[in-house]
């Protein structure tokens, strides 16, 4: 059975787009302003945009102290070894 594709207008240029259900939720551009748009999730259907995303996926915060931690261990360690 083919998959009925799910219709609905861009809020900015009023563009019809029309997807499959494995874009509901999903974050992507207008085919013709190019403007960001989420995906609406028609009623009864099931957001796919948190099955896309690993679970492992790290913040840009947690990316930024990780990085932080790492260079002021390397800078200790670097004056340890001169001494």
């Not at 219709?7 to 259900?21: A, H, L, N, T, W």
């Not at 551009?29 to 403007?35: G, L, R």
């Not at 796919?48 to 492992?56: G, H, I, K, N, Y």
């Amino acid at each position: 059975m083919a998959e009925t594709p799910f219709k609905f207008y861009c809020d900015e240029c009023g563009q019809k787009i029309s997807v499959r259900e494995k874009q509901y939720g999903m974050k992507s551009n207008c085919p013709n302003c190019k403007v960001a748009i989420t995906v609406p999730v028609p009623e009864g259907g099931e957001s796919m945009a948190l099955a896309a995303e690993p679970d492992a996926l790290l913040s840009t915060r947690e990316v930024l102290i990780f990085g932080c931690v790492l260079l002021l261990g390397a800078l200790i360690a670097g004056v340890f070894v001169a001494l």
